[in-house]
């Protein structure tokens, strides 16, 4: 095959089982449903050999000024013959000069360093094969609250200032499929997190929290409960949640480097930190 017999055409609902085939391939737990959800929220490229799918690139525009890219798999006949720099390249072109983000695996990171993506930090999964029994102490006088559509207006306010760009779609999306957790205190959100189905099992994030005793409370309320099966987080080095992790029963399972294409989004300093990702494809 040479890459000039492929084509690069616009990834579809109609190429999801074959894509599913690929992220199988290289050991990724993505089920169709995860695919659509990730796809319906972004744009997708699919490369092509005639009819059958051999690569696959997906973005996410933040508003004008920040995009993520993920789920960029070259199939494992094809790879090391420029497929994944020609999916780049299409998907860099279409997201015009926003800001690029993205988390890269070691397969990924020689690809990505040339480039010129530089790294703005490291992202650690933990996972559980079943519910583990955590616990965490509540700051003083934080109550509990599942999430209602009501309160997606502030969530969303938050986490702009937690990520440093604003994530309104996402964050309705994983409400609509999943579930949401706060912790209130004085009357106002001191916490929020999002669980829902992903895998092999659940995924919990993105958690954001003014601070670390917030997040650990709403992070231990969905570790152990909530169906006993598998339950997944990735969350920043950054975030100190690493050891804690493990003590409560959730075992690494690798790490990715978080890396930017342009001026990387600057959170309010002042403001709540983001202790947990949606996934690391989605940031
Ligand atoms: C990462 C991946 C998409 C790369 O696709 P690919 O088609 O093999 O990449 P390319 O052939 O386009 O390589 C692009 C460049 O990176 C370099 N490169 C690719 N893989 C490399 C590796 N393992 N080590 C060193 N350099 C590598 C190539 O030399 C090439 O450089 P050049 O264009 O200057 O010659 C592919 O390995 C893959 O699907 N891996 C599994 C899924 C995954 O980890 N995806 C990344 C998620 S962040």
Same mark, same amino acid.
């Given at each position: 095959?040479?890459?000039?017999?492929?084509?690069?055409?616009?990834?579809?609902?109609?190429?999801?089982?074959?894509?599913?085939?690929?992220?199988?391939?290289?050991?990724?737990?993505?089920?169709?449903?995860?695919?659509?959800?990730?796809?319906?929220?972004?744009?997708?490229?699919?490369?092509?050999?005639?009819?059958?799918?051999?690569?696959? @690139?997906?973005?996410?525009?933040?508003?004008?000024?920040?995009?993520?890219?993920?789920?960029? @798999?070259?199939?494992?006949?094809?790879?090391?013959?420029?497929?994944?720099?020609?999916?780049?390249?299409?998907?860099?072109?279409?997201?015009?000069?926003?800001?690029?983000?993205?988390?890269?695996?070691?397969?990924?990171?020689?690809?990505?360093?040339?480039?010129?993506?530089?790294?703005?930090?490291?992202?650690?999964?933990?996972?559980?094969?079943?519910?583990?029994?955590?616990?965490?102490?509540?700051?003083?006088g934080?109550s509990?609250k599942?999430?209602?559509?009501?309160?997606?207006?502030?969530?969303?306010?938050?986490?702009?200032?937690?990520?440093?760009?604003?994530?309104?779609?996402?964050?309705?999306?994983?409400?609509?499929?999943?579930?949401?957790?706060?912790?209130e205190q004085g009357g106002e959100i001191a916490?929020?997190?999002?669980?829902?189905?992903?895998?092999?099992?659940?995924?919990?994030?993105?958690?954001?929290?003014?601070?670390?005793?917030?997040?650990?409370?709403?992070?231990?309320?969905?570790?152990?409960?909530?169906?006993?099966?598998?339950?997944? @987080?990735?969350?920043?080095?950054?975030?100190?949640?690493?050891?804690?992790?493990?003590?409560?029963?959730?075992?690494?399972?690798?790490?990715?480097?978080?890396?930017?294409?342009?001026?990387?989004?600057?959170?309010?300093?002042?403001?709540?930190?983001?202790?947990?990702?949606?996934?690391?494809?989605?940031?």
């Open positions: 095959m040479s890459v000039s017999a492929i084509a690069i055409v616009r990834l579809e609902e109609k190429h999801l089982a074959a894509a599913q085939v690929l992220s199988t391939a290289v050991n990724w737990p993505h089920r169709r449903q995860d695919w659509s959800f990730a796809l319906k929220l972004g744009r997708g490229l699919a490369a092509m050999d005639r009819d059958s799918l051999v690569g696959t @690139i997906i973005w996410w525009p933040f508003g004008q000024h920040y995009a993520r890219f993920g789920m960029l @798999i070259v199939s494992p006949s094809m790879q090391r013959r420029g497929l994944g720099r020609l999916l780049m390249e299409a998907a860099l072109r279409d997201a015009g000069d926003r800001t690029m983000l993205l988390n890269a695996t070691m397969e990924g990171l020689p690809l990505y360093e040339k480039f010129g993506y530089k790294p703005i930090g490291a992202v650690r999964q933990h996972q559980a094969a079943n519910a583990v029994p955590a616990s965490a102490p509540l700051p003083e934080a509990f599942s999430m209602q559509e009501t309160d997606l207006d502030a969530v969303i306010a938050l986490d702009e200032q937690a990520a440093g760009f604003r994530r309104a779609e996402l964050l309705r999306a994983l409400k609509k499929i999943g579930e949401g957790l706060i912790l916490a929020w997190s999002f669980l829902r189905r992903f895998g092999h099992g659940y995924v919990i994030g993105p958690v954001g929290a003014g601070g670390e005793m917030a997040a650990r409370a709403l992070i231990a309320r969905w570790i152990s409960g909530n169906g006993s099966e598998f339950r997944r @987080i990735d969350v920043p080095l950054s975030s100190g949640l690493s050891p804690w992790l493990e003590d409560q029963g959730l075992g690494r399972a690798g790490e990715v480097v978080a890396m930017a294409l342009g001026e990387p989004p600057v959170p309010l300093a002042t403001g709540p930190r983001l202790f947990a990702l949606a996934n690391q494809g989605l940031g």
